[in-house]
């Protein structure tokens, strides 16, 4: 089967599409087409493997019309299947059905779209309510076009089966990379490590006020290390607040690393931070981070924003640290002495969880039964 990747978001080696998704597809001896809208250079073809690229302008707008062209391409590209990867091409899916009566159309319903898209910026709050409503509208009306759904989370899964939708929940689990070395929990540095966009809606208001209970504590000789890039909508209040630690209690790299470097990273520190601002929660709830299944994988224990859904693969004191919205810092400094005296276990618990259950080579076969 000649199957069609269409995003307007995803680099062309994906962690997720590429490297879990379109490889699969290729050892099960299917042909695999990436239609992306990027400025990145299309890769080298590989056996069964090819990059078709659309160039990505920066407006919005202007976005939205090049994908015009994306529908013209897909069409050529006569594949047998479409993989519709990101909600904003998603109004092509009546028109790919139009002109491709025979093809199989999947929708990769990755982000919950209609929170998604209400907690944009640029849409007032007051408004945020009605736009979800018209945006999950939209997004069901268009669900009628496909043959089946991809969700990564349980809560994701259930509106489209409400909805009606041959849905397929395929967990976005981890790649066990046998050439990280996972150093032993009490051997590694004393880092709590946060990883990605650096954001409000990421909790990264609660990052900074953990890391003044940490200045405030220099004898605990932790100190956080950030990797990522500053939100461009709020770069000055982002790099102001910064400013005020010191490198031994932030360490500060502004830059996107390769996957593995960053594998790395998190199999030589202590903790690791997933977490997300109030407004963020139901959009957290409906996704499941990979961070989280990352970092028990390579031993680091998670720091999590609690979120009912997450007590399936977590639980609190034993394999992570959950901290209550609105009580971050009191439960942080409980709990955050009994995880550095109980450390080396609790990391050995959820590396062993993680291996045991929350692997790509289980989420697999899910996959690919997709397109039998």
Request: charged share 25%; net charge positive.
């Amino acid at each position: 089967m000649r199957v069609c990747f269409l995003t307007s978001y995803h680099p062309p080696k994906d962690v997720r599409l590429y490297w879990k998704m379109a490889r699969a597809l290729v050892s099960a001896g299917h042909e695999v087409v990436f239609l992306l809208m990027t400025n990145e250079p299309a890769p080298d073809p590989e056996t069964n493997l090819e990059w078709v690229v659309v160039k990505k302008p920066g407006n919005r707008y202007l976005r939205v019309a090049k994908s015009v062209v994306m529908l013209v391409k897909a069409v050529k590209i006569n594949a047998d299947a479409y993989q519709i990867c990101t909600g904003e091409l998603l109004w092509m899916v009546p028109l790919l059905r139009f002109f491709k009566p025979k093809a199989k159309i999947v929708y990769d319903a990755q982000e919950p779209l209609g929170i998604f898209i209400a907690a944009k910026p640029w849409v007032p709050r007051f408004l945020r309510g009605l736009v979800e409503r018209i945006v999950d509208f939209y997004e069901r009306s268009m669900v009628e076009f496909v043959d089946d759904v991809i969700a990564v989370a349980e809560k994701n899964k259930e509106k489209f089966v409400r909805w009606g939708a041959k849905t397929h929940l395929v967990r976005n689990f981890p790649i066990l990379n046998h050439d990280v070395e996972v150093i032993p929990w009490d051997s590694r540095d004393k880092v709590i490590l946060y990883l990605g966009l650096i954001s409000t809606k990421r909790g990264f208001d609660v990052v900074l006020r953990i890391a003044e209970f940490l200045k405030a504590n220099p004898e605990l000789g932790y100190r956080i290390k950030i990797i990522g890039k500053l939100d461009p909508g709020e770069l000055e209040r982002l790099e102001r607040l910064i400013s005020r630690f010191p490198r031994d209690v932030v360490d500060l790299v502004l830059d996107w690393i390769p996957h593995e470097k960053a594998l790395m990273e998190i199999a030589n520190a202590r903790f690791g931070l997933s977490l997300f601002s109030k407004d963020a929660l139901r959009h957290a709830a409906a996704t499941t981070t990979n961070k989280i299944f990352e970092y028990m994988l390579y031993g680091a224990i998670p720091i999590l924003s609690y979120i009912p859904e997450l007590e399936e693969f977590v639980s609190d004191g034993a394999d992570c640290i959950f901290l209550n919205p609105g009580n971050e810092i009191v439960d942080f400094q409980i709990k955050f002495s009994q995880a550095i005296e109980h450390g080396i276990q609790m990391s050995r618990t959820a590396r062993e969880k993680a291996l045991e259950r929350f692997l790509w080579q289980h989420e697999k076969p899910k996959f690919l039964k997709v397109y039998e």
